[in-house]
């Protein structure tokens, strides 16, 4: 039963699906996983599948940037986080972006990541499940055929790149974890567990400013629309009609130039030493990690995480193995600070570490979001 307050759409049947696949993903699988658990649930459901299989990085985002869409119902992504990350910037680059955003997308788990597939698991209500389990959950809730409205970020970088992101940003400790683990991707899931084992072995401080806008204080803009048919904007408040060029991307209201300072009802962190900084939007950034329990797909915030230096590697693991049952903030731990917010920037002192967009890496450099 979806739950209350959410407006709903529902696929035609019988409904035609592109099918995004890697077959590289997680521990290399997709494909045999899809022919055996998928394909044979979708012809139950009626859905007809066209197979693309990606044979190198920016295939996906190339193919549904310049591809004509109207023969699908629906665009479905078998893969990690990585995948759909390209599936929706591709998206955002073309000129009918406002049209090509409306197709409904979905996630079925076939990397070691899986995010946004655990979370979406989360908010039906399912059992936390993986693997096959997940699979199964995921493609179901595609044979039921219902959509709803998901926020995405909009995030800047110093350089001038502009990214659409649905899961989150990182830097430090997790991003670490998140690339240094990627020669064990054959492992599946435990890279991660592998990966933050050896991160914690040589744990790093990172410098530079965070600052934030936090949901309590906006100043001259409009709160969050509840209303479910309201449009939706990209976490963006709607511009009056007739300000914008046709084709133009969605302004980014909240924010002022990377090179101006925040405006003054911001908030800036006092400390600037940081193990981690992460800005999540979904309840889970990994299938085991129940990171954001009070996210939703649509709430119009960002759920903003840093972890002041200081923090004992003993603390940190705690708070890791306790993130597995989304209990981490109840340990108290005063390094550890949790708000929700609209806006966030963050400007490192130097270019060291990396940082992570929807667990794809990023140079690191000054940006907001």
């Not at 995004?20 to 997709?30: C, E, H, I, T, Y």
């Not at 998206?91 to 406002?98: I, N, Q, V």
């Not at 933050?196 to 936090?214: D, F, M």
């Not at 731990?333 to 929700?340: A, E, G, K, Q, R």
């Amino acid at each position: 039963c979806p739950p209350p307050g959410d407006s709903y759409g529902v696929l035609p049947r019988p409904c035609h699906a592109l099918v995004l696949l890697n077959p590289q993903s997680g521990s290399g699988r997709a494909l045999e996983d899809f022919q055996a658990v998928v394909q044979p649930m979708l012809a139950e459901a009626d859905i007809a599948t066209t197979v693309f299989v990606t044979e190198r990085a920016h295939h996906a985002h190339e193919k549904v940037r310049d591809e004509d869409l109207s023969q699908w119902d629906t665009l479905v992504v078998m893969s990690g986080d990585g995948l759909l990350f390209e599936v929706v910037n591709g998206l955002m680059e073309r000129p009918d972006w406002k049209e090509a955003m409306k197709k409904p997308l979905c996630i079925l788990p076939g990397g070691s990541g899986n995010a946004l597939a655990a979370s979406i698991n989360y908010y039906a209500g399912y059992d936390h499940v993986a693997k096959k389990k997940l699979l199964t959950n995921c493609t179901f809730i595609l044979c039921k055929g219902l959509y709803t409205q998901m926020d995405l970020v909009s995030l800047s970088t110093a350089s001038g790149k502009r990214f659409f992101s649905f899961l989150g940003f990182g830097w430090g400790f997790i991003s670490d974890v998140d690339i240094d683990s990627e020669k064990y991707r054959w492992l599946g899931s435990a890279r991660f567990t592998l990966g933050t084992l050896q991160c914690l072995a040589k744990l790093r401080v990172y410098q530079g400013r965070l600052s934030y806008l936090p949901i309590a204080t906006e100043q001259g803009s409009s709160p969050a629309p509840q209303d479910p048919h309201a449009p939706v904007t990209n976490g963006h408040i709607p511009q009056p009609a007739g300000t914008e060029a046709p084709g133009s991307l969605p302004p980014d209201s909240l924010l002022v130039p990377l090179g101006q300072p925040v405006p003054a009802h911001w908030t800036v962190v006092p400390e600037e030493e940081f193990v981690l900084v992460y800005a999540i939007y979904q309840s889970h950034l990994g299938t085991n990690l129940l990171m954001a329990p009070a996210a939703r797909l649509h709430d119009g915030c960002i759920h903003l995480f840093y972890m002041k230096a200081g923090i004992s590697r003993v603390t940190l693991l705690k708070l890791f193995l306790a993130m597995s049952r989304g209990t981490h903030l109840d340990l108290n731990c005063p390094h550890l600070c949790y708000v929700p917010v609209r806006a966030f920037r963050l400007e490192p002192r130097v270019a060291a570490g990396i940082m992570t967009v929807d667990g794809e890496a990023l140079a690191c450099e000054p940006v907001q979001g």
